[in-house]
């Protein structure tokens, strides 16, 4: 049975440049090289200024041997998934239909709220009321 290639997304990968955790893709692979920082010949630097990155054109200026390229196999956790992400289907209102059910949405909302219209009446009424008693 093969086994399944873990996808990431540049977005991923990008999120893994420190010393502490240090991904690099190469040629659409994603790469761990973290335990490796040391131990590279170039000096780690080269590989945190390349973390979280696509490195490939760097990799291949610096010519490395088909050692290098066997050893970084180890490192190998992934690929890059390349698949463009989904555009977003836009809806379409046309006024006509915004203002079509603006009478039902308008007696929705007053049963909703019918406190703020009582409350408004009846405030209104007590101080009338408050008012003609003082004229007296």
């Not at 990008?14 to 991904?23: E, K």
């Not at 490939?56 to 010519?63: I, K, L, M, V």
């Not at 219209?117 to 003082?134: E, K, M, Q, T």
């Amino acid at each position: 049975m093969p086994t399944l290639t873990k996808l990431y997304t540049m977005e991923e990968a990008s999120q893994h440049n420190t010393s502490d955790d240090c991904w690099v893709v190469v040629d659409g692979k994603v790469y761990d090289v973290t335990t490796y920082l040391d131990e590279h010949p170039g000096g780690d630097d080269v590989l945190l200024g390349a973390a979280g990155q696509d490195a490939t054109e760097e990799f291949e200026d610096a010519g490395h041997s088909k050692t290098a390229r066997e050893l970084m196999e180890q490192f190998f956790i992934g690929e890059l998934d390349e698949t463009p992400p989904p555009i977003p289907e836009l809806e379409i209102v046309s006024k006509k239909q915004e203002f079509k059910n603006f009478p039902q949405k308008v007696l929705n909302l007053s049963k909703q709220y019918w406190v703020v219209p009582v409350a408004a009446v009846g405030l209104s009424l007590a101080v009338g009321f408050l008012y003609l008693r003082r004229k007296k």
